[in-house]
């Protein structure tokens, strides 16, 4: 199988596909009416529609595409198509990929193929993700997306009531290698701030910098949340916001450090798999992870289980306060104190969740 451009060369087989497809929808292959298409004019200007939207979208509502065709000598196959962004509704329910292989040349691992050579092409393209979705009753499209590295996100559902799964690919667009030792700029720092009983206004604040992040990383797949005590209600903190972002690849840093930094943030820790920036006033610490990172999930479980169990919200506060009852030349080293029963909590809270 061959992944090629779109040409008037295999009109005939085309034609036999058509035929196999019936009413059914062909998705990625850009057809907006088949029957114009068995006539073999109607064809090739269809074929040159379809290669000017590499550059120019077919409609205000479409974007630009690049569509490649799955064939064996000349008879075609199937299509696939890369959209090269997202507009509202790619985002929601489309996605970047879209792919059909005709029926009777299904089975054969056509689909999974012709993914990984997209995939590909995404990445020359200089895409560093690429989202796809499937619908939940078709479990196949779903092993492709998955073999091709596909991370699941979420579930969301359509118009017309099918539930529809998001899963993301990375590329290896701009992927770089990795910083090998730990950068603490400014070296260790006293840890000089106490805990607070728990304040409501910093919900107000995590708000604020989610918006702040957002807008200074336009058009970047990305998710944020705000983790750490401030964002367990009820918990004693130190009134320092803490927020995680997820990021295509954190080795890529002129797509997020930079605009971080620009956006007033400074940065403190430099780390294999983690990038951490702050406010001048360092009364919020942006932690940047990459999407799918364990510490991401990690930070979930326990704000989450703390978020409703009062026993543990309660243990782990005493255990705060006792720790600040000391003097901490090192603030990471006050961190470091808590594992123990960061990590109980958090052996409880993957029981809960995966009960025997």
């Known amino acids: 199988m061959e992944l090629v451009a779109p040409s008037p060369r295999y009109f005939p087989s085309f034609v036999r596909s058509l035929r196999e497809w019936g009413d059914a929808h062909q998705d990625g292959a850009g057809i907006r009416d088949a029957a114009t298409l068995t006539d073999r004019v109607g064809f090739e200007r269809w074929v040159d529609q379809l290669l000017a939207e590499e550059t120019v979208p077919a409609s205000p509502a479409h974007v630009t595409c690049t569509y490649r065709w799955m064939v064996d000598g000349d008879e075609y196959l199937g299509s696939i198509a890369l959209r090269h962004e997202l507009n509202d509704w790619l985002r929601e329910y489309g996605g970047h990929v879209g792919y059909g292989v005709r029926p009777s040349a299904r089975g054969r691992g056509l689909a999974s193929a012709a993914l990984a050579g997209t995939v590909r092409l995404a990445a020359e393209r200089g895409m560093p993700e690429v989202m796809l979705t499937h619908d939940a009753t078709n479990p196949a499209s779903g092993r492709v997306i998955e073999?091709?590295?596909?991370?699941?996100?979420?579930?969301?559902?359509?118009?017309?009531?099918?539930?529809?799964?998001?899963?993301?690919?990375?590329?290896?667009?701009?992927?770089?290698?990795?910083?090998?030792?730990?950068?603490?700029?400014?070296?260790?720092?006293?840890?000089?701030?106490?805990?607070?009983?728990?304040?409501?206004?910093?919900?107000?604040?995590?708000?604020?910098?989610?918006?702040?992040?957002?807008?200074?990383?336009?058009?970047?797949?990305?998710?944020?949340?705000?983790?750490?005590?401030?964002?367990?209600?009820?918990?004693?903190?130190?009134?320092?916001?803490?927020?995680?972002?997820?990021?295509?690849?954190?080795?890529?840093?002129?797509?997020?450090?930079?605009?971080?930094?620009?956006?007033?943030?400074?940065?403190?820790?430099?780390?294999?798999?983690?990038?951490?920036?702050?406010?001048?006033?360092?009364?919020?610490?942006?932690?940047?992870?990459?999407?799918?990172?364990?510490?991401?999930?990690?930070?979930?479980?326990?704000?989450?289980?703390?978020?409703?169990?009062?026993?543990?919200?309660?243990?782990?506060?005493?255990?705060?306060?006792?720790?600040?009852?000391?003097?901490?030349?090192?603030?990471?080293?006050?961190?470091?104190?808590?594992?123990?029963?960061?990590?109980?909590?958090?052996?409880?809270?993957?029981?809960?969740?995966?009960?025997?």
């Open 147 to 356: 073999h091709n590295g596909g991370r699941y996100e979420r579930t969301v559902v359509d118009d017309e009531g099918h539930r529809l799964l998001h899963h993301w690919i990375r590329t290896g667009a701009h992927a770089a290698a990795d910083v090998v030792d730990v950068d603490i700029v400014g070296g260790p720092e006293p840890l000089r701030v106490g805990l607070h009983d728990h304040d409501p206004a910093w919900a107000t604040r995590f708000a604020e910098h989610r918006a702040r992040i957002t807008a200074a990383l336009p058009g970047l797949h990305v998710t944020i949340e705000h983790i750490g005590s401030t964002s367990v209600p009820g918990l004693a903190a130190k009134p320092i916001v803490d927020v995680a972002v997820s990021v295509p690849d954190v080795t890529d840093e002129a797509a997020y450090l930079e605009p971080l930094l620009a956006a007033g943030y400074v940065l403190r820790v430099r780390e294999p798999g983690h990038r951490l920036v702050r406010t001048p006033e360092r009364d919020a610490h942006v932690h940047v992870y990459e999407h799918g990172a364990r510490e991401v999930d990690d930070y979930l479980l326990l704000r989450d289980h703390l978020r409703r169990d009062d026993a543990d919200r309660q243990r782990y506060e005493d255990v705060k306060r006792g720790l600040m009852t000391r003097s901490w030349d090192d603030s990471n080293a006050y961190a470091d104190a808590k594992t123990t029963v960061i990590d109980a909590i958090k052996e409880r809270a993957r029981a809960a969740n995966h009960p025997s």
